[in-house]
């Protein structure tokens, strides 16, 4: 089993900056892809960062590029969404998932363990 925590969510204007990470807990961190969804209201969960078990491959979705930088301390078995330029349609409340055999990028089913979430708001 692995838990996962995720923290740093909060209210932010746009064009602000928030950091995301997510705490990992029970098993080798460094044997896991690391993900970061999200979930705006009425919408379904997507897909916004991946990164695998070195930190050497990242993957974004279209929507993040050039403003989120994932990444991850393996000694810290943390990991990390930086957010940067932030805009109104970036709310949502952001998730962190864990898998296992690093399956296909951006697929939810392919994912082991899931984080509560944490809620990320940006105002106009």
């Known amino acids: 089993q692995v838990q996962l925590v995720e923290s740093g969510g909060g209210s932010v204007q746009a064009g602000g900056s928030l950091r995301l990470s997510c705490a990992a807990s029970g098993r080798t961190f460094s044997d896991y892809t690391m993900a970061w969804f999200r979930q705006a209201p009425g919408k379904v969960r997507e897909f916004v960062a991946l990164i695998r078990y070195t930190g050497s491959v990242t993957y974004y979705a279209d929507s993040v590029k050039g403003r989120f930088t994932i990444s991850r301390d393996n000694a810290k078995s943390t990991a990390y969404l930086q957010m940067n330029n932030l805009k109104p349609e970036d709310t949502a409340v952001y998730y962190c998932?864990?898998?296992?055999?690093?399956?296909?990028?951006?697929?939810?089913?392919?994912?082991?363990?899931w984080g509560k979430g944490t809620q990320v708001t940006v105002s106009s």
């Open positions: 998932a864990a898998d296992r055999w690093g399956r296909r990028v951006g697929v939810e089913n392919d994912y082991d363990y």
